[in-house]
């Protein structure tokens, strides 16, 4: 460092840079140094995980101890690798990080490893041994959605299948672990299969595709990874009553939740096809909390607890049987059971519902929403 | 070379001063790289120590070495879209062959079979290219599409194992504690190519980037050059495709797609000229050096996360920026001109200023009604025998294909709700056509689409939330918006100079981070009754968004075919110097082209908001590649000046038919990507250019 200031111009800049960074310094001595490396931020799930990891960090628990900085790497995983690398150079102690890849980071990971860091991933998974990850069980989730609609459907019809993004692993686990169940019906059969890239808006262009040669008629359940709100929604513009609605496996967001609320339910602020409509519903998702939770931890490992390499999240599901309307969703409330938000409150229906935890009780909708801690 | 050759100290000075200009692409993108450099080492806490250096260039070295041979393809006056394509299947390749369980792995071996698959891949395009003479754009799309089909069927997920004697080779040191090797790399490949350039083979390939036909009259083979210049780009992929699955040690199919764009504004950066025969691959790799180390600029300065799109676009306008400070810029040249308007203003003698007296020349005018006794109007067919080429075949292919939907799906030709859903999902590829086509034809492109899209939708969500009142000044407001993103980026390109890929690249990060602003992450607002009731309902056998379309359709035609406007645009994309001289207002028209292709990027953002019902932040994401696939395999030829919004029609009906037909298949994804893109290569195999005399 000492050397680095003699040879850097601008004496007097330099000497204020100096003051500064020292200042910053003897700050940060006390507050260990996270990261968090963020994939794309340009979706609703990212910019809503992002908000419960700001606001987990400013929660009085951890404000005096965490010294937070949030870099994102966009859906470039050759840039996130750099990014890890400049956080490892910069002095962390912990970087949290959405993998883009679970396999490319490897190298740089065990290399932050090596020099001490510890790397939590949250969401998907990084399958370098040295580093934790926090997540659910997407094979899980892909065969008790699936095994909800058999049941539904009485082992026998004709479904549609939206998937994922191709080439990932998340989507892979999902789908195959699906099409297993659905393989043990031989009278289930998948009609039509399209690529939902986990985006109600392409969900929905590629629902119109299927259905411009076929008719709502032909079909009797759907699976999908992200678009039951708005199959649903298209099967109302086709002129279906909501008790005809089919049976839809899928995400889930709070337009979709409050669709799964009995007819006729009061609900402030909804307007339709974001209204209470009866529909028959399994509602599934990766959680966007697995951020924060892994700040968490972080902190835990850092300060010396004993942190498991794998945290497997209980997978948040609800059913039309265990739908219940929160009046302010605070942790509080969702402990007793709430899962779903008023449109009053969450305007945009593609937001994701499974925000609650049980190891979490330092966030809640607010924090979600804008980043705002529980008190 | 030619300086060397002469004695004189004074003429040595002049050669000086001659590599100088010639290179002064690439020296600027290495100043600002030092700068930048610079600016990192300041800011951070520590001196830049040698470990930095070596992180440093192991992180761009992918994209440096990749970029290096889209460089190639650029200079010879081509675009290759499956660059980023063709490193993930090398990855995969690599990473789904190596065994885990051998004890070393050769790197001479797997360095050549990397090389190898991407060189392939590049023979296959150079074939289409070179020896078909179909347009680099839309054969390399193709590819692109080909290509993750591939790659999939490689390996469907992350994983597989590429040896750590690859990762210990190409990111050790060459010399310890001086020298990376990542840097070695991409010197040898360096290396490699003056002694290319020097050869008579780097002489052509200039020579056919510069002006293919001058070259073929010359007595240079265009074909072999041409297909030579695909097959060294893909050697360089695949030297990519090695390096990365070195840093990696293993295979993800997803890997390399992301690393396409950020390509392009590389080879910008660097002071190449998209169009051919101008700039290098050196400054390429500082381009891509400049690129990334932006990373790390963010990082030490700890930009806010919905920040950091809008400090990437910055940078990437000022380093742009920086490479045109000289007296012949844009900028420059613009400035003068002001300067002289001014004074011509105060002396009174702006052409505006004078009084309107009719000076032309008395030259006895031909009369027009003699004129057409004499030679009477050719028939349709033959005076639009140019666009007819070019325009049918997209038609000719979209008949087949929906002759093969009703046979394969049935239910097709005979059912009106068929139809109706291809003209619905048309409309919104079918209004992004003229924007993007409008500017094609000026010979430009906008990268901007997809956040232009998503920050209308988002706005106009936000504004209206459910109230078709709020309709009335919330769509006014948005396409205001649109004009004012269109206005900047024709403002950039025109006046400042900044060359179109990377002007509407920047404004699409700018776009994303205040969409992300303004919405704080999660878009409020839903649409109105009315626009959903617009996208959705049925009106008889129709929905109502259908009959904009074919008011729409009528419109664009009119204004690009009818008009002074469209007849500029056509003049701008023929010459650019030729417009100017011929009076054109050429700045004007081409604001004008990017606030026109703004607003209808706008209105596809508000038409999806409708559809959807919501809007969500990228969702304009999946209409960028698209909107120029349509535009190309309508029959534009994508340097400009040639292509009618009939033909790009049909491009936009042939793809979603196609995709409709593929949707109504349960073929896997793999599948459906391959067979889309042999079909949009097999439907502009028509679009063959004229062999070259």
């Known amino acids: 460092m000492g050397i680095g200031l003699k040879v850097r111009p601008l004496a007097l800049l330099a000497g204020m840079a100096a003051c500064a960074f020292g200042l910053s310094a003897a700050q940060a001595a006390e507050k260990h140094k996270i990261f968090l490396s963020m994939s794309y931020i340009g979706n609703d799930w990212q910019a809503e995980a992002a908000n419960m990891v700001k606001a987990m960090a400013a929660h009085k628990s951890l404000a005096d101890k965490v010294d937070l900085q949030v870099q994102v790497a966009g859906p470039n995983a050759q840039r996130q690798i750099q990014q890890i690398n400049a956080m490892v150079q910069s002095g962390a102690e912990a970087i949290v990080v959405y ?277 | 070379m030619s300086s060397a050759a002469l004695p004189s100290p004074a003429s040595s000075g002049v050669g000086l001063r001659r590599a100088l200009v010639r290179n002064s692409g690439a020296l600027i993108a290495a100043v600002v790289l030092a700068i930048l450099l610079f600016i990192v080492d300041w800011v951070s ?8 250096v070596s992180f440093l260039s192991s992180g761009g070295a992918t994209s440096a070495l990749a970029a290096i041979g889209q460089t190639i393809v650029i200079l010879s006056g081509g675009f290759d879209l499956s660059a980023g394509a063709a490193i993930s299947l090398v990855n995969v390749v690599l990473a789904s062959s190596m065994d885990p369980m051998a004890p070393g792995a050769s790197v001479i071996l797997w360095t050549a079979a990397g090389i190898g698959v991407g060189m392939a891949v590049g023979a296959f395009n150079g074939f289409f290219i070179a020896v078909l003479r179909m347009q680099p754009i839309v054969v390399t799309l193709s590819t692109m599409f080909i290509l993750q089909g591939v790659t999939l069927l490689v390996m469907d997920k992350p994983g597989g194992f590429v040896s750590p004697d690859l990762g210990t080779f190409y990111l050790g040191d060459a010399i310890a504690n001086w020298l990376p090797m990542p840097l070695v790399v991409i010197g040898v490949v360096l290396l490699a190519w003056f002694w290319l350039k020097g050869t008579r083979f780097g002489t052509a390939l200039y020579a056919v980037g510069s002006d293919a036909d001058s070259a073929a009259a010359v007595g240079i083979n265009v074909v072999l050059v041409r297909f030579a210049v695909y097959v060294i780009a893909g050697g360089c992929y695949g030297l990519a495709g090695v390096f990365i699955s070195a840093q990696t040690g293993s295979g993800d199919p997803l890997v390399g797609n992301p690393l396409l764009l950020s390509m392009f504004a590389a080879v910008v950066v660097g002071g190449t000229r998209l169009g051919g025969g101008q700039g290098g691959p050196v400054g390429t790799v500082f381009g891509a050096y400049v690129l990334m180390i932006v ?106 294909i929906v002759v093969v939907t009703q046979i394969w799906l049935g239910r097709t030709i005979l059912n009106p709700g068929y139809w109706n859903s291809l003209l619905v999902l048309s409309t919104f590829l079918a209004v992004l056509a003229l924007g993007q086509g409008t500017v094609i034809l000026t010979g430009g492109l906008n990268l901007s689409v997809p956040w232009t899209i998503g920050i209308s939708g988002i706005i106009l969500a936000g504004m209206v939330n459910g109230s078709d009142a709020a309709l009335v000044y919330a ?45 704080q992450g999660t878009p409020a607002g839903f649409s109105s009754p009315m626009l959903r009731w617009f996208m959705t309902a049925r009106l008889g056998l129709v929905t109502p968004v259908v009959l904009l379309m074919v008011v729409f359709v009528i419109a664009a035609v009119l204004l690009l075919g009818r008009t002074p406007f469209g007849r500029r645009v056509y003049g701008i994309g023929n010459g650019l110097r030729a417009a100017r001289m011929s009076g054109i207002g050429v700045e004007r028209t081409l604001i004008l082209v990017y606030m026109l292709s703004a607003v209808c990027a706008a209105i596809v953002g508000i038409m999806l908001t409708g559809f959807s019902g919501q809007a969500s932040l990228g969702m304009g994401d999946d209409y960028l590649l698209p909107s120029i696939a349509v535009v190309v395999v309508g029959g534009a030829l994508i340097t400009g000046g040639r292509g009618h919004y009939l033909g790009m029609l049909g491009g936009v009906l042939l793809l979603t038919a196609l995709q409709m037909l593929l949707a109504g298949t349960t073929l896997p994804y793999a599948t459906r990507a391959i067979l889309y893109g042999l079909v949009v290569l097999g439907a502009v195999m028509a679009l063959r250019e004229r062999r070259l005399q």
């Open chain 1, 99 to 375: 993998p883009i890849s679970p396999t490319a980071l490897n190298q740089v990971v065990k290399n932050a490893c090596d020099k001490g860091v510890k790397v939590f991933a949250y969401d998907a998974e990084i399958t370098e041994p040295c580093a934790y990850n926090v997540h659910i069980d997407q094979l899980e989730a892909g065969r008790v959605t699936a095994e909800w609609l058999a049941k539904k459907l009485n082992g026998k019809g004709n479904i549609i299948a939206i998937t994922g993004v191709p080439g990932t692993s998340v989507d892979d686990q999902r789908t195959k672990a699906a099409k297993e169940v659905f393989a043990k019906y031989p009278d289930i059969k998948i009609v039509g299969e399209a690529v939902g890239m986990w985006s109600q808006a392409v969900a929905r262009t590629e629902l119109s595709k299927i259905l411009a040669t076929r008719n709502w008629d032909d079909i009797n359940g759907l699976w999908m990874q992200v678009g039951c709100f708005t199959a649903n929604s298209m099967q109302l513009e086709a002129g279906k009553k909501t008790s005809e609605l089919l049976p839809c496996a899928g995400e889930g967001s709070n337009g979709g939740r409050i669709q799964m609320l009995p007819e006729g339910t009061e609900v402030e602020g909804a307007a339709s096809p974001y209204a209470p409509l009866g529909a028959q519903r399994i509602s599934y998702a990766s959680p966007p909390y697995s951020g924060a939770l892994a700040l968490k931890l972080a902190v835990e490992a850092i300060e010396g607890k004993d942190v498991p390499k794998t945290t497997i999240l209980p997978l948040p599901v609800v059913t039309s049987e265990t739908i219940k309307l929160c009046d302010e969703g605070t942790w509080a409330e969702m402990k007793a059971g709430c899962n779903a938000f008023k449109p009053s409150l969450v305007s945009n229906p593609g937001w994701f519902a499974s925000i609650f935890s049980d190891q979490t009780p330092e966030i809640g909708l607010a924090a979600a929403l804008v980043g705002q801690p529980e008190e």
């Open chain 2, 45 to 52: 806490a520590g001196p830049l120590t040698y470990f930095d």
């Open chain 2, 295 to 400: 990373v790390n600029i963010l990082l030490v300065l700890n930009v806010s996360a919905y920040y950091s799109t809008i400090a990437e676009g910055t940078i990437l306008v000022l380093a742009a920026l920086a490479g045109s400070i000289s007296h012949a810029s844009v900028l420059a040249v613009q400035l003068r001109a002001a300067r002289a308007r001014v004074a011509a203003w105060r002396a009174g003698i702006l052409p505006s200023q004078l009084e309107r007296v009719d000076r032309r020349l008395k030259i006895a005018r031909p009369s027009h009604d003699q004129r057409s006794e004499i030679s009477p109007r050719p028939a349709f067919r033959l005076r639009n025998a140019e666009t007819l080429r070019y325009a049918l075949p997209a038609y000719v292919c979209l008949i087949i």
């Open chain 2, 475 to 519: 769509l006014p407001t948005v396409l205001l918006i649109a004009c004012a993103i269109g206005f900047a980026n024709g403002f950039g390109i025109v006046y400042l100079g900044i060359s179109p890929i990377v002007m509407t690249l920047a404004t699409n990060g700018i776009l994303q981070g205040c969409a992300l602003l303004y919405s």
